[in-house]
């Protein structure tokens, strides 16, 4: 629990060795509230108290970045790090005022382009600034950010309901940002509005806010900031409707390119802010609804989407029909089989499971219909199974995407892989994936519990069980020992 700002202040005085006093706010915002302080000695700084544990959370992670930033760049224009506890933080203030608008009619051509060429300065000297690191440690800003998280987006945006706008955009994704080869990041601001900048009579006095900052790959940090991007969906503070800014974006651009002739990889950095428009716009239409309202499926150009149940890739002119009308259930599945318990599809490197709906069940050989017990629950079992076995094994599983409930449907998202059926693999090849299958095996039986079922307490029982009775209910008792093993119960 944070702690009163009069014991915040005493406990600051006490640190400082030095009397300190609010000089101005509260100035309340939406993760945070700041007070101008000041010393006996005179020294000004800003007091940033976090309003909830996620909003101090967002706070530490930024702050530590940008203790790093100022480190290796000093003469950075944003605020050095005085002292942080875990309810707030004490940081160097920054004379001037936020610019909180972009606005052509109010700000001089002349006063945006000497603010634009302290910009230029600040993001080169940010993205010029590397973190090696792992590949699968650097953070790509399109990941969702949780199961929850997307499934809620879902429902509550133009886009939800169907999961194939989804994956239209992860091939997007994809496509726009691939992962780095060399594991190297370079800083991202995170949330460069005007209200975040500070700004002065004599210019750019720096960049406040640093919540929101991480190491990302070069295509999804180097952005326009969004007072000028002109991102459909976004809207600019005091600026009127229609009001663009490609003409500060030129000038940004050109700014960009005359630092970027000195660095490593000349016309690099200007080229990926200079083609920054539609990875910006589709990263944020992943987090801002109005933006969301406003992004809109298309027919790719390039974009190769291939049907599980024809077995052809879809040309995109039937990418339309594709989203319009997905596969029917009743079709063969992988090109052998009826799946009459759900559907499938396959995008890009997406994969999607589905359970049907009521009006959806199919008929069996026999003529009768054919109703898929506990298929929800079948669903959402398998999603926690692969994140169980995913993080205590080593055994190659499909990464989870996602999975949610939907208009009657439990959907399944993960990653597609690529096979080749064992009928198609020599005999010395059949050995080795043997082999491996029984290593595989012996891992799955080494994860005990003293309760039957899967990882969220479902039992779902093995056809030879099911069979024999109607029963889809099951409260097994727990034993005293470990004696259960994970089985995969369908290792066909």
Known sequence: MTPPLATIISEISSIKNSHIKILSGPLKGGSNTVYEIQSEQGDRWCLRIPHDADAASFATKGTAILEDVKKRRPALLAPAIIYQSDYYTVMEYLDGEALKSWNTQVLPKERRQDLLDGLATFLFSLWTLEEVQDTQGTENSFE???????????????????????????????????????????????????????????????????????????????????????????????????????????????????????????????????????????????????????????????????????????????????????????????????????????????????????????????????????????LANEAARLTFIRQLTDIPIPKLICDFEDNECHYVIMEYVEDVAMSCLKAEQKERVESELKQHLTTLHNLRSKRPGGPIGVVIPPCRVSRVTDNDEWHLKASENKEYVFCHNYLS
């Open 144 to 378: 969702m950010r949780s199961t929850k998280d997307f499934s809620v987006r879902l429902k509550e945006t133009p886009l939800g309901g169907d999961p194939i706008y989804y994956l239209y955009r992860r091939v997007k994704i994809d496509d726009l940002v691939p992962y780095p080869d060399d594991g190297v990041a370079i800083v991202k601001h995170g949330d460069l509005n005007a209200w975040n900048v500070v700004v002065s009579e004599r210019g750019l006095s720096g960049v406040v806010n640093w919540d929101t900052s991480r190491f990302m790959p070069a295509p999804s940090a180097i952005h326009h900031p969004l007072f000028i991007a002109d991102i459909p969906g976004w809207l600019n503070d005091d600026v009127p409707e229609g009001m663009t800014f490609e003409e500060d974006r030129s000038y940004l651009e050109h700014a960009i390119k005359k630092l970027d002739v000195s660095s490593e990889h000349p016309g690099q950095i200007e080229h990926l802010l200079r083609t920054s428009f539609e990875r910006q716009f589709l990263e944020m239409s992943l987090r801002n609804r109005e933006i969301n309202d406003d992004i809109k499926p298309t027919k790719p150009a390039c974009l190769k989407v291939t049907s599980v149940y024809t077995g052809h890739s879809l040309m995109p002119t039937e990418w339309d029909h594709f989203l319009d009308n997905p596969p029917p259930s009743d079709k063969p599945s992988c090109g052998t089989s009826v799946y009459i318990r759900g559907q499938v599809y396959h995008l890009g490197n997406v994969f999607v499971k589905r359970t049907l709906r009521p009006s959806e069940y199919q008929r069996n050989i026999n003529g009768v219909l054919y109703v898929p017990r506990a298929g929800n629950e079948r």
